[in-house]
């Protein structure tokens, strides 16, 4: 087991993990800003790794028999959405070790200074930081583990997880210096499309979430079209109608948002939705939005709740794509191991 590790960087593989938390319902938000986007990773044939983060879930208090139902709920979603458990590999992350254990290493790794710039954490800690968990503080080190026990290279993820990505290439440079290694890559945000920051449809200015108190703030996946199509039309807006051209657009960020969302739906640039839609009032512009919403999301809502009358067969999914994971994240956690200077003589099996 004390193989040399030093090779180059070209070795790794494109390779692609990105994860979701069963903390709530997935929203739209989640969908155009990932999950759509796993979908085309995954049919551009990329190996590709998905991962309901339960263990982040849990750094705020979830309820356990509703954390169960959420995760097989994700689950539900990412196979609706069109992930093939054949050609993703998709599990709840703690069924696989490597990653609470690598974790560790890296809270070794990683600096104080480098967590207290996470803006993530100030924003889910609020005001009470003091009364906040030491797992909602260590979360970017988790996640820097899930993504680097698979030496993947690519990360598609909306906008809002940009600093988490970073502190992963961060923390995957010290380790490689620190040791005098070249063992982790050093990963590549994928932050693409229209729709890499999904709006609350109450107020433009603040990203759909599925923590906002407001339901009417968000489109869920379990959402009828009926809820959709009245989400939709009830959106803050401004009097207006739409711009000729996208600079109209700025400092509207409500009608920003809407045309965002419809470009991200149809697979058009806002450029061409813009083109489509130049001095349209809000009056056409959103049903024509809540038709598209409601076309694309609908089949994915049925696939969902029909997926969700088997839970076993989806326990069976995540645990058959645990086994998978857990055959790429073992060796490359024991060649950590191996780095840091860790005996590891037990026999196992
Ligand atoms: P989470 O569960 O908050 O969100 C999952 C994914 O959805 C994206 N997203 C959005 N995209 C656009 N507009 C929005 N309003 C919106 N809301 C959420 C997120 O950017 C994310 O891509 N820390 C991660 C989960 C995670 C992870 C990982 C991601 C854990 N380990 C490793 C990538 C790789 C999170 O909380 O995502």
């Known amino acids: 087991m004390s193989e040399p590790v030093q090779t180059p960087q070209t070795k790794f593989a494109p390779r692609i993990f990105s994860g979701i938390q069963p903390s709530g319902g997935l929203t739209l938000g989640n969908y155009l800003g990932a999950l759509k986007r796993f979908v085309q990773k995954q049919d551009e044939g990329i190996e590709t790794i998905y991962c309901l983060v339960d263990m982040h879930a849990i750094t705020v208090w979830q309820d356990p028999e509703k954390l169960r139902q959420q995760t097989r709920e994700g689950a539900a979603a990412f196979i609706a959405a069109g992930i093939d458990p054949a050609r993703s590999i998709l599990f709840n992350q703690s069924q696989v070790s490597a990653h609470a254990e690598l974790a560790w290493i890296f809270n070794c790794v990683a600096r104080l200074g480098w967590m207290n710039r996470m803006t993530q954490f100030k924003d889910k800690a609020g005001k009470n930081a003091e009364a906040a968990s030491l797992g909602l503080y260590a979360y970017p080190a988790l996640m820097a583990a899930d993504i680097m026990a698979y030496h993947a290279t690519m990360v598609p993820v909306g906008e809002d997880q940009k600093q988490h990505l ?142 969700m009358q088997d839970p076993a067969e989806i326990d069976r999914i995540l645990g058959a794509g645990a086994e998978r994971a857990d055959t790429i994240a073992h060796p490359i956690l024991e060649q950590v191991y191996d780095i840091t200077g860790m005996i590891r003589s037990r026999r196992r099996g």
């Not at 470009?263 to 130049?278: I, P």
């Not at 001095?279 to 076309?295: N, R, S, Y």
Request: no cysteine; net charge negative.
């Open 166 to 307: 970073e502190l992963t290439r961060d923390i995957a440079i010290k380790f490689n210096n620190d040791f005098g290694v070249d063992f982790f890559p050093v990963v590549e945000p994928l932050i693409e499309g229209a729709a890499t920051r999904v709006m609350s449809l109450r107020d433009g200015t603040k990203k759909m979430s599925k923590s906002d108190p407001s339901d009417q703030s968000r489109i869920n996946l379990t959402d009828t079209a009926d809820m959709i199509a009245a989400k939709i039309r009830k959106a803050k807006t401004d009097p207006e109608p739409l711009p000729e051209t996208v600079e109209g657009l700025k400092d509207r960020p409500d009608a920003r948002n809407l045309v965002n969302i419809y470009a991200g739906l149809s697979d058009l640039t806002v450029d061409q939705v813009v083109a489509e839609f130049a001095g349209a009032q809000f009056g056409t512009f959103k049903p024509a939005l809540a038709d598209l919403a409601v076309a694309k999301l609908t089949p994915i809502t049925t696939e969902m709740n029909r997926l």
